[in-house]
């Protein structure tokens, strides 16, 4: 009964490569995000969607591309992958007529060697 | 602009004292204030809210935090440390017309020491 799922939990992978995070909710929600915490625990805002739109689309490489299949998954590709790329990838969902809490998934730490 | 500062990244208590850990935002129109906490290795899970209801609200493990209007602060406390409550806590903000963005302090580092 996960509310926010992420897989994989652990991503390692080459420099260079393309890998795909996949992020599902089970809450109903209309929105879902994507957020990247780096080392020191900074969480930022990647990208947001709002009934499969693109609502929120923040200073990310164009190698990342979050894709929207449905209202209850939001997907994050990244192509050739870089070292800079090493963190935890969170993804979140709320309510968009609700009052902006946002539920979190377990993350995914991505290594880039 | 808006944004939300906590202050000290690394807080240390004593099992059984109190804990204080500060917020403070920057916002022209009413905001709606979060409290999330971190385990390792775990997502952000949500402690408590303010939604322009109550100005003291409870949260869940005995945190509380209160919404001060004058003071642009929502300072998360609990009156008695354990050492469970050892995480990373993060206050979180948003505005009116944000697109649902929440915007992030930097994070407060909790150490309960025996």
């Known amino acids: 009964d996960t509310a926010v799922s992420q897989t994989p939990k652990y991503l390692v992978t080459q420099m260079g490569n393309d890998k795909s995070i996949k992020c599902e909710q089970n809450?109903?929600?209309?929105?879902m995000y994507w957020y990247k915490q780096d080392s020191k625990k900074f969480l930022k805002i990647m990208f947001s969607?709002?009934?499969?739109?693109?609502?929120i689309n923040e200073t990310v490489p164009n190698r990342f591309s979050p894709k929207s299949p449905d209202k209850a998954h939001l997907n994050l590709h990244i192509n050739s992958l870089e070292l800079g790329d090493s963190a935890v990838y969170f993804c979140?969902?709320?309510?968009?007529?609700?009052?902006?809490?946002?539920?979190f998934g377990p993350g995914t730490r991505l290594t880039v060697l | 602009a808006q944004s939300v500062t906590q202050l000290g990244s690394h807080v240390s208590v004593s099992e059984g004292a109190l804990v204080l850990l500060r917020c403070n935002y920057s916002?022209?129109?009413?905001?709606?204030l979060f409290w999330y906490v971190q385990y390792p290795n775990q997502g952000l899970q949500l402690l408590l809210k303010?939604?322009?209801?109550?100005?003291l609200v409870k949260g869940i493990n005995g945190f509380e935090a209160e919404f001060k209007k004058s003071e642009t602060s929502f300072h998360l406390t609990k009156p008695s440390a354990h050492m469970s409550d050892a995480a990373e806590y993060f206050c979180?903000?948003?505005?009116?017309?944000?697109?649902?963005?929440?915007?992030f302090g930097s994070g407060t580092q909790l150490t309960v020491l025996p």
């Open positions: 809450l109903g929600h209309d929105t």
């Open positions: 969607y709002n009934n499969k739109e693109l609502i």
């Open positions: 303010y939604t322009s209801a109550a100005t």
């Open positions: 916002s022209s129109v009413p905001p709606y």
């Open positions: 979140a969902s709320s309510s968009w007529t609700g009052d902006d809490t946002q539920y």
């Open positions: 979180a903000v948003s505005f009116s017309g944000s697109a649902r963005q929440l915007t």
